[in-house]
């Protein structure tokens, strides 16, 4: 079964970044990870800042499949979460979300015939 990237992207306004960040870290990323069907998270920071000198973040967070994906974006929690977002960060970040079902799996053992 095909695996799931949920990825988000944050723009975050500078004075409210280390905040922002230790409740991310500590309340937010544990809180969807304990949804079912959620397998883990890897959270990145552009090292350039963005407009208005604003830090931008990635997180993938990878499910188990789109069912599971479907199911969390349906059901009550997704609200929650993103409600308890927007109330305590909502003036300082910017959100975008996408999508990716994965197609093929590599590994960096592979060898490219002829090599």
């Known amino acids: 079964m095909a695996r799931v990237l949920y990825m988000v992207a944050i723009e975050v306004a500078p004075e409210a970044e280390a905040e922002w960040n230790a409740w991310h870290n500590t309340h937010h990323i544990p809180e969807v990870l304990a949804e079912p069907g959620f397998l883990g998270a890897r959270k990145f920071r552009d090292p350039d800042e963005g407009k208005e000198g604003w830090a931008r973040y990635l997180v993938h967070y990878e499910l188990e499949n789109p069912e599971a994906l ?30 990716a079902v994965e197609v093929a799996t590599f590994s960096s053992q592979v060898s490219i015939a002829g090599t």
């Open 70 to 99: 479907d199911q969390y974006l349906s059901g009550r929690s997704v609200a929650r979460i993103r409600e308890d977002h927007a109330e305590r960060f909502g003036s300082v970040t910017r959100l975008s979300r996408q999508i």
